[in-house]
């Protein structure tokens, strides 16, 4: 069947890359239950987590912080590692489930 995209960031995060981090752990959590109209997530992420406003010819590139994002908040490498794990076991959890469903519905020869 059709499965959707769950966009971790922008309005479920309140734009705060926190908020990535619980919008993910309640994807996990959906998934890990036995959802499978969930197909994939979106999350900023980028080097350095957070952001920096960047005000095109007053901001000076020495100023900025190499790896921040100048848009959006975004979630570091590790977090980024950390949630893609979290989220790679709720799939193999959901797996498992499905195929115990499978066992169980399967008559015995």
């Not at 960031?9 to 890990?32: D, I, T």
């Not at 900025?64 to 590790?78: E, K, M, P, R």
């Not at 794990?85 to 020869?109: D, E, F, M, N």
Request: with cysteine; net charge neutral; charged share 15%.
């Amino acid at each position: 069947g059709s499965q959707i995209l769950i966009d971790c960031s922008h309005g479920n995060s309140g734009k705060k890359f926190e908020g990535e981090v619980v919008a993910c752990g309640s994807v996990a959590q959906q998934v890990a239950a036995g959802n499978t109209a969930i197909g994939g997530v979106l999350i900023e992420s980028f080097l350095v987590a957070g952001n920096q406003k960047l005000e095109p010819g007053v901001t000076k590139v020495e100023d900025l912080q190499y790896g921040c994002s100048v848009t959006d908040s975004c979630l570091d490498f590790n977090m980024t590692q950390d949630l893609l794990q979290q989220l790679r076991q709720s799939v193999v959890t959901r797996r498992q489930g499905l195929a115990k469903s499978w066992q169980i519905g399967r008559p015995h020869v």
